[in-house]
């Protein structure tokens, strides 16, 4: 099914007049971190990471506006560099994997605000609960990896958001409300060379 549908993609923007623009790209999840910060009862600000996630972006160069995010994240591969943290973290009081097991940021609308920096306006759904979401987004490159030869895109995004907009209270207000979310992103490109490098 994955094939059929990216091949219908593909079919569509081989038809199109705006097909030069658009650039499809999969995630380099070697190269692409979701990485997320909060407040530790003033001690620190303890950091995690989710490993497991799936999706794609277009990147449109000439018209950045047109461009298109989507990730979904498998909410049990949360890391907190420690089993029984990963544990608690993965029950109700936090994301509730097995009730919930993904959560998703579908983009909605780009904004570009200088040469390589940008805003995504997108939902993020999480709980069950959608709340709009703005990444402050860094374009950093785009060309043909020295090593692999493959053409890669690389990202830099960042956020706040807080996570009792999405039903988690727990800990409150001991536990940090606000959550620092970062990303680091390197995209694999999937349609040829339908531009020039």
Do not use: C
């Not at 950045?64 to 990963?86: F, G, N």
């Not at 200088?114 to 995504?120: E, L, R």
């Not at 907009?165 to 207000?173: A, H, Q």
């Amino acid at each position: 099914m994955k094939f059929f549908t990216f091949f219908a993609v593909a079919l569509f923007l081989a038809s199109s007049p705006a097909r030069a623009n658009i650039e499809i790209y999969e995630y380099d999840k070697a190269h692409t971190q979701i990485l997320f910060f909060v407040d530790h009862l003033g001690f620190s600000r303890s950091q995690g990471e989710f490993h497991d996630y799936d999706g794609y972006f277009h990147f449109n160069r000439n018209e950045p506006e047109k461009s298109k995010v989507e990730i979904t994240i498998q909410t049990k591969s949360i890391d907190m560099d420690d089993e029984k943290w990963d544990d608690h973290m993965k029950n109700k009081d936090f994301f509730d994997v097995e009730k919930f097991p993904t959560m998703t940021f579908k983009s909605k609308s780009v904004q570009k605000t200088g040469d390589k920096t940008g805003k995504i306006v997108g939902d993020l759904t999480l709980l069950n609960v959608t709340k709009p979401v703005t990444l402050d987004v860094t374009f950093n490159k785009a060309a043909v990896h020295p090593f692999s030869q493959k053409y890669v895109a690389g990202f830099s995004a960042k956020t706040k958001i807080k996570r009792s907009d999405f039903g988690m209270k727990y800990g409150l207000p001991l536990i940090g409300d606000e959550v620092d979310v970062m990303i680091e992103v390197e995209g694999l490109r999937q349609n040829g060379e339908i531009l020039n490098n």
